[in-house]
């Protein structure tokens, strides 16, 4: 089974403050991507990677950042956190191999920034 | 524009009650069309994909079919442990390894 593991499930920040969230997948996937999810919104895609040390903007780029140094890990940045950044965020990963791109998600992280 | 609607937003069944959620798309150069399963607090947790019109695939009460505008998800005889949100997403050419995700259907069964 394909597991998406996040590094916490609750996560409470000051306003200001530098928040990673860390997102590992242990099915060697070569795409990673980062949602948020807010009531009445849906999924909205943050960012996504294709390769190690790729990244590309989703649709709401503004205040995050990612990195990607190795295959199985996508880290999701904010530099200075808000509130309007509290959010559930979720990782997925898919591998376009035989075309199949079925994301595989992660347990979430609930992220309160107060 | 592409986009993917589904429909209702949310529905009430009685245990037993079959019904089917709907998902319309309108993306050309369609490859795939997943379903998710959402409870509460947590991830998406992969259901189905459909790849090709008059596709069908099932998974105990549940079986997802595909047309060339839209996908249904059957219910049959639900249980209360399906009430969960579902979601549907659509993955076509031009796109990369992107989906479009819809807003989700809240399934609630009571007993």
């Known amino acids: 089974d394909v597991k998406v593991t996040q590094s916490s499930r609750y996560l409470v920040k000051r306003t200001g403050e530098k928040v990673f969230l860390e997102c590992v997948q242990d099915?060697?996937?070569?795409?990673m991507f980062w949602y948020r999810q807010d009531p009445g919104l849906g999924l909205r895609l943050i960012y996504f990677s294709y390769d190690v040390k790729m990244k590309e903007k989703g649709d709401i780029p503004e205040g995050y950042s990612v990195s990607r140094e190795k295959k199985e890990r996508f880290s999701l940045i904010l530099e200075s956190a808000s509130t309007n950044q509290t959010s559930m965020y979720l990782c997925?990963?898919?591998?376009?191999?035989?075309?199949?791109?079925?994301?595989?998600f992660g347990p979430g992280t609930r992220l309160t920034v107060t | 524009e592409d986009q993917v609607t589904q429909s209702p937003e949310a529905l009430r069944l009685q245990e037993g009650e079959s019904s089917s959620l709907n998902c319309s798309y309108t993306?050309?150069?369609?490859?795939?069309l997943f379903w998710y399963r959402q409870d509460p607090g947590k991830g998406p947790e992969f259901l189905f994909t459909?790849?090709?019109a008059g596709e069908e695939k099932e998974k105990e009460r549940l079986k997802a079919t595909l047309t060339k505008k839209e996908s249904f998800l059957h219910i049959t005889a639900p249980k209360p442990e399906d009430s969960a949100t579902y979601l549907c997403a659509v993955h076509h050419y031009n796109q990369g390894g992107k989906l479009i995700f819809g807003q989700g259907t809240e399934l609630s069964v009571k007993p």
């Open positions: 459909l790849y090709s």
């Open positions: 099915m060697d996937h070569e795409n």
């Open positions: 993306v050309s150069g369609l490859r795939g």
């Open positions: 997925a990963s898919s591998s376009p191999e035989g075309h199949l791109y079925e994301q595989y």
